[in-house]
Structures are given as C-alpha cells and as structure tokens.
C-alpha cells in the first residue's frame, strides 16, 4: 500500500458516499501473461473453474465464475461437485490430464489466493482530516466520528488457464482486490472480472482468418 501522503480530505458527507461505493470497484487484472508454457490453441469448448481458498469461499467463487463465462456463451463447469475437496498437491500434471478428460474438459481455470493483507489506519481530529495515502474509497470507516478507523483488506490472486492436452498454462494473469468484506462477499464482480480478461483473450473463440482467407467451418460441416 503507498505510504506517501497526499490530502485527501474527507468531509462526512463525502466518506459516506465513498464508504457507500461497492469495493469491487477497484479489482483490477494485471500482470498478463500468455503462451507462459506452451502456445494456447483455442477455441477451448470445456472449460473447468477450480478456486484454491478456503472451503467457505470456495463453492461460492467457482459457481460465480462459471456463471460469468456462462453468460459470455462459455460451456464453463465448476470443480467443487466434481471433485470434491480433493487437492491436488503432489498430483502430477499426467494425472490431473487424466482426470479432466475423464470428465470430458479441454481446460481449467484455477484461482490460487497468493497474498492477503489486512490493514488498519487510525484517523484522529475529527472527521474532516486528511486521511493517509492509504485510504482508498475502498475503506470503510468504522464509526464515524471524531476518531475513527479505516479498514483494508487486499487479496491478490493467480488466475491460470491449463491447456489440458498440452499439459501446460497457456495463459496466466494477476488479480488485485481491495475489499473489506472477504472475496465472497464480492464474488459476482470478481467473477465478471475473471471472465471479462478471459474471453478478451481469445481463448473460447476461434482465431480470425489471415487477410484472403475464409473462416474455416465448424468440425463435422
């Protein structure tokens, strides 16, 4: 979190309609890596979502995700009443090949929790002084009031997608959230963010013809 300065200042009104404002707002996707360990072949046509956190979030997460790709025309399914609360340390990727296909999916999407951090700034002489360079509309404040506290809870999550023929993630990107409330609670605006990157990508829809070339038909036309 920046820890320079800078006057910000909030006003009662103002910290309510910020603190108003949904915390999702700020998810953003960065560090997007494709072709990390092989080059993607889509169109991927199964795709399967797998989140790696704790059990409580983790239906949740998945079933919010596949319901983002569903929407965008993805046949998208989630891992959870697949497989359990089987993980999938120490499983080697022929064995996890395996498994999928058995399933019939030609990809997965798995969602690893790599940081989070909690963080707590104190903000004393009323509710009109400037806060620190921490204090993102992301905050909540907690109570209103001469003193009062704000409230951060940043996540950063590993999205990778698995070419499961290949054996290898062919595309790979960052997610940073700033959410007071737990990655459930915002769920549905993760997921649309996870999907939205995913589909911009390319990897659900055939490539584009080269120029003086004709789309190629679906297989069996």
């Not at 979502?49 to 998945?62: I, K, M, N, P």
């Not at 002084?129 to 905050?139: D, I, V, Y």
């Not at 940073?176 to 390319?202: E, I, M, W």
């Amino acid at each position: 979190m920046n820890k320079i300065i800078r006057a910000l200042v909030l006003g009662g009104t103002t910290l309510l309609a910020a603190c108003a404002n949904s915390p999702y707002r700020h998810t953003r996707v960065v560090d997007v890596r494709p072709n990390m360990e092989a080059t993607a072949k889509p169109p991927y046509r199964a795709p399967v979502v797998g989140v790696l956190v704790d059990s409580a979030s983790r239906s949740t997460l998945e079933n919010a995700v596949v319901a983002a790709l569903r929407a965008r025309g993805v046949n998208a399914r989630a891992a959870m009443p697949i497989y359990g609360n089987k993980g999938i340390q120490d499983k080697s990727r022929a064995y996890l090949a395996h498994r999928l296909q058995q399933h019939g999916f030609d990809s997965a999407i798995g969602i690893h929790l790599v940081h989070k951090k909690i963080e707590n700034v104190k903000v004393s002489a009323g509710p009109s002084a400037p806060a620190p360079a921490g204090a993102t509309l992301s905050m909540r404040a907690e109570p209103l009031g001469p003193d009062f506290s704000l409230n951060e809870t940043t996540y950063v999550a590993r999205i990778n997608f698995w070419d499961v023929k290949q054996q290898a993630i062919v595309w790979s990107a960052t997610s940073v959230t700033y959410n007071p409330n737990g990655l459930k609670a915002g769920a549905d605006q993760f997921a649309s963010v996870v999907a939205r990157q995913l589909t911009q990508a390319g990897l659900f829809d055939a490539p584009a013809p080269a120029a003086g070339q004709s789309k190629p038909s679906p297989p069996g036309q």
